[in-house]
């Protein structure tokens, strides 16, 4: 309790200096009173409901709040930046004692990101992270390694043609533009492949991480390519749209087309055990315990990793059915 009383006392001074130099309403900068029956309130704003993996981290943030006993204001940005920015300026007049978000896009944060610092409010950033040069704008990120994740992709590609020169033409399908999981995904992936100049990424388009757009676009890659032998979708519910198209164009996918995928929501590991995907590169969604502890350090002014990852491997059709009874999301 006495480091909350010294947290409002500072954030009190925070604002005295804000409202003495701008014209920032008063209520800005006094927070830290936490909600009236003295529980953490914690503001998250969340990115939408656009993937299977989405599902599973929202239920895994409310499910750890209540276990935790922190008061949760949940937003859900529908995949759009301003929306989670207003998101986080509304957390911030209402005083919560920790803000955490799952950023949309890597830019643009910088502004809102100082607003909560002036206000005393600790940002934790999950699942994404933001190109800020200041770091000092939040406290710790907790989340995969996306760049890793590409690299586990194309370590499978390489490894699935080793010892053939015939050309590999890739079609890849990318997450939201400008997302950290499409600009790393596509990187790490791309970093690996371009030792052989056998491999081609013949197409590379957003799919915005849906299975309606992962579906579309692939149609227009069957239309403008003949000879597309590989897939890469940077999540599961693009690769499931896809196999849609590629199915409806008459070709199997797993076999015609190889599949390359990344997250490992139920649906993915279905289709590998159907031979329809060839491999899932994991990315755990399930980041609500982890991210109670870390709330409840930051707002107790304890310290914590700038960087908190998460452990996740890699599945083939051959593993598919014993993992599959395992899955929990
Ligand atoms: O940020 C994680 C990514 O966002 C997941 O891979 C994708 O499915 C989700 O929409």
Redesign the pocket.
């Given at each position: 309790m006495a480091h909350r009383a010294l947290r409002i006392i500072a954030a009190a001074l925070v604002g005295g200096v804000l409202s003495a130099c701008t014209t920032e309403p008063a209520t800005t900068g006094t927070t830290g009173k936490g909600s009236s029956d003295g529980k953490l309130v914690l503001g998250f704003a969340q990115?939408g409901a656009?993937?299977?993996?989405?599902t599973a981290n929202t239920k895994s943030v409310r499910e750890a709040a209540e276990k935790a006993g922190i008061t949760l204001k949940f937003s859900d940005a529908q995949q759009k930046q301003e929306n989670q920015i207003k998101a986080i300026r509304t957390f911030i007049q209402q005083k919560v004692d920790v803000i955490a978000f799952?950023p949309v896009v890597e830019s643009g944060w910088d502004t809102v990101l100082k607003e909560a610092k002036n206000a005393g409010i600790p940002v934790i950033l999950t699942?994404?992270a933001v190109d800020s040069q200041d770091t000092s704008l939040y406290r710790t990120f907790l989340?995969?390694d996306?760049v890793k994740e590409g690299q586990e992709a194309g370590k499978w590609l390489v490894k699935e043609y080793e010892g053939t020169s015939e050309p590999v033409n890739v079609v890849e399908l990318q997450?939201?533009t400008g997302?950290?999981?499409a600009n790393d995904r596509k990187a790490g992936f791309a970093d690996v492949i371009k030792g052989d100049p056998k491999f081609k990424v013949v197409a590379s388009q957003t799919g915005d991480?849906t299975r309606a757009k992962g579906k579309e676009v692939m149609q227009a890659f069957l239309k403008s390519h003949e000879d597309i032998d590989v897939l890469y979708a940077?999540?599961?519910?693009m690769a499931l749209g896809a196999i849609q198209a590629i199915e409806e164009a008459g070709k199997k996918p797993g076999v015609d087309i190889k599949v390359i995928s990344?997250?490992g929501i139920k649906d993915a590991f279905v289709a590998m055990q159907e031979k329809k995907i060839n491999v899932v590169v994991e990315?755990n969604?399930l980041l609500g315990g982890q991210l109670m502890e870390l709330a409840k350090k930051v707002v107790a002014g304890e310290s914590v990793p700038r960087r908190v990852e998460v452990k996740e491997g890699v599945f083939t059709q051959d593993e598919a059915a014993a993992a599959l009874p395992g899955r929990q999301y």
């Open positions: 990115v656009e993937s299977g993996w989405r799952s699942d994404r989340g995969s996306f997450g939201t997302s950290a999981p991480f940077h999540n599961d519910d990344v997250d990315c969604p």
